[in-house]
C-alpha cells in the first residue's frame, strides 16, 4: 500500500516545486543590451612616407542607450617631424584623413566611411551603422590615409593598406 502512494506523492511534490520557480521575462529571452561606450580594437602606429608624418590609430564600436553601434575612427599623437623635433597637428598645420571599411557582426555587415579635418594632436569621426546592437565579437576592417599635418605631398601620406581588427562587445 506504501509503495502505490509513494509514486502520486512524488509526482505531486515535483509539480509543486515546479510552480515556485519563477517564470522567464520576456527580456530574459531578448539579446542582453550592451552597455553604452566604446568598445575598441587595437590602437596601430603609422608613419607616412619618409616618417615624417605619425598618427596612433584605433578603431571602435560607439554605443548609446539601445541604439545601434556606430564606427568610431581616432587618431592619437597625430604629428610631423620638422628640423630636428616632432610636432602636433595644429589650425596651421592640419592633418587630414579618411577611413572606410566594414563592420560585420551576426551575418550583417555594414560599410562605413569617417573624414576628419584634424587641427590637434587627437580627434575621432564616426561613419556608418550596424542594424542592431548586440554583444560579442565584431569584425572590423579599416583603410586610413592621411594627408599632412605640415608635409602635405603624397610621397609623405600615411596609408595603412587593409587592416582587420577584433572588437569584443561585452554583455
Request: hydrophobic fraction near 35%.
Amino acid at each position: 500500500m506504501i509503495r502505490r502512494l509513494w509514486k502520486p506523492v512524488v509526482a505531486m511534490m515535483a509539480l509543486s516545486v515546479s510552480f515556485l520557480a519563477p517564470a522567464a521575462t520576456a527580456a530574459e529571452h531578448r539579446a542582453a543590451a550592451v552597455p553604452p561606450g566604446d568598445y575598441c580594437g587595437a590602437q596601430e602606429s603609422f608613419y607616412g612616407g619618409s616618417q615624417y608624418t605619425y598618427a596612433e590609430v584605433q578603431v571602435c564600436l560607439h554605443f548609446e542607450d539601445g541604439g545601434p553601434p556606430e564606427v568610431r575612427v581616432s587618431t592619437h599623437n597625430n604629428s610631423y617631424y620638422w628640423a630636428g623635433a616632432w610636432y602636433n597637428a595644429s589650425a596651421s598645420y592640419p592633418a587630414e584623413w579618411t577611413a572606410e571599411g566594414a563592420v560585420s557582426k551576426g551575418g550583417q555587415t555594414a560599410n562605413y566611411s569617417a573624414a576628419l579635418r584634424q587641427e590637434s594632436a587627437s580627434g575621432w569621426a564616426g561613419g556608418g551603422q550596424l542594424s542592431a546592437g548586440e554583444c560579442g565579437a565584431a569584425t572590423v576592417t579599416l583603410n586610413f590615409h592621411q594627408r599632412g599635418p605640415y608635409w602635405t605631398g603624397s610621397e609623405y601620406d600615411i596609408d595603412s593598406g587593409e587592416r582587420t581588427y577584433q572588437v569584443d562587445v561585452p554583455c
